[in-house]
Nanobody, 124 residues
Framework: QVQLVESGGGLVRPGGSLRLSCTAS????????MTWVRQAPGKALEWVSG????????NYADSVKGRFTISRDDAKNTLYLQMNNMKTEDTAVYFC?????????????????RGQGTQVTVSS
């Protein structure tokens, strides 16, 4: 069965950096677009970034553009999110999600599996 396991979360000061990883199994990773989404306390799930199956196209939410970078390593079945210049408003549980197709999509309805998440806290 499909499994997505996030890691790399933690506590970081404003302006700091973290790198999240998501290890996938149970499907042909290279065939699908992958996505990062997050959920802050008391708020709805928010799409953060996506990368297509060929790693030739990426997209970012305006709130993270220029600070976050999504990437993938198909040989390792792993998705990454490099987060730089972090802000307190980046505090959330971060999830990786598998898209139903190979193209980048920001619609949460176009995803069929999601991991358990990793907590990211930005605080001084």
């Amino acid at each position: 069965q499909v499994q997505l396991v996030e890691s790399g979360g933690g506590l970081v000061r404003p302006g700091g950096s973290l790198r999240l990883s998501c290890t996938a199994s149970g499907f042909i990773f290279s065939n699908y677009a992958m996505t990062w989404v997050r959920q802050a306390p008391g708020k709805a799930l928010e799409w953060v970034s996506g990368i297509n199956s060929e790693a030739t196209s990426t997209n970012y939410a305006d709130s993270v553009k220029g600070r976050f970078t999504i990437s993938r390593d198909d040989a390792k079945n792993t998705l990454y999110l490099q987060m730089n210049n972090m802000k307190t408003e980046d505090t959330a549980v971060y999830f990786c999600a598998k898209a139903k197709r190979g193209y980048v999509t920001s619609s949460l309805y176009d995803h069929d599996h999601r991991g358990q998440g990793t907590q990211v806290t930005v605080s001084s």
